[in-house]
């Protein structure tokens, strides 16, 4: 996020190789990792789940700018997919 407004923005480009702690609601953690396209994929049990954005794996001087970007709630319902938490 060059610009620092919480957002990817055209020209900036995404972050592989981002790790990315997925913690489902019986607490279990998975560690995933962020593609070319900078995407995260997890299976988890339906219900909430946490993800935490691992800052030792950002690219050299890359930076989370949103504290909310750093770790997401998120309420996962069966067989969901969402790709809306890029990097």
Known sequence: ?????GQRDAGELPQ??????????TGTPQTVTT??????SASVLAGSATAA????????G????TPAAQNQ????????TTTADDF
């Not at 890359?62 to 700018?65: G, I, P, S």
Request: charged share 10%; hydrophobic share 45%; aromatic share 4%.
């Open 1 to 5: 996020d060059a610009n620092g407004n």
């Open 16 to 25: 592989a190789g981002v790790d990315v702690v997925v913690t489902d609601r």
């Open 35 to 40: 593609n070319g396209s900078g995407i995260y």
């Open 53 to 60: 954005v691992q800052t030792a794996t950002l690219p050299a």
């Open 62 to 65: 890359a930076v989370v700018t």
């Open 73 to 80: 709630n998120l309420a996962v319902v069966y067989q969901q």
